[in-house]
């Protein structure tokens, strides 16, 4: 058995409020969920309102396979528009 850990910095320029970051947080975290067997929860800068640490969580039996599907998910997030990926670590248990 995997457990795959990825954690990502992002930043959310567009954000002037906490309301605002949890809007654009709540629908990228939606739209990660959606379609994949993952688990996705904000677990840092909670109350800073550009930026954010969001973890994705992921369980297989594959290490290349759970590693390959959480390096989609990176490249997703890059192509989304209202947040920006400063970095990104991916640890397999």
Request: charged share 30%; hydrophobic share 45%; with cysteine.
């Given at each position: 058995m995997?457990?795959?850990?990825?954690?990502?910095?992002?930043?959310?320029?567009?954000?002037?409020?906490?309301?605002?970051?949890?809007?654009?947080?709540?629908?990228?975290?939606d739209?990660?969920?959606?379609?994949?067997?993952?688990?996705?929860?904000?677990?840092?800068g909670?109350?800073?309102?550009?930026?954010?640490?969001?973890?994705?969580?992921?369980?297989?039996?594959?290490?290349?396979?759970?590693?390959?599907?959480?390096?989609?998910?990176?490249?997703?997030?890059?192509?989304?528009?209202?947040?920006?990926?400063?970095?990104?670590q991916?640890?397999?248990?």
């Amino acid at each position: 058995m995997v457990i795959a850990v990825l954690q990502m910095d992002l930043t959310i320029d567009d954000a002037d409020t906490l309301k605002d970051k949890r809007r654009v947080i709540k629908s990228l975290k939606d739209r990660i969920s959606h379609g994949r067997n993952v688990s996705v929860a904000e677990v840092g800068g909670l109350d800073v309102y550009r930026s954010c640490i969001l973890a994705v969580v992921m369980v297989g039996n594959e290490a290349g396979y759970v590693e390959g599907a959480l390096r989609k998910i990176v490249d997703f997030v890059k192509a989304t528009p209202t947040v920006g990926l400063e970095e990104f670590q991916i640890d397999l248990v």
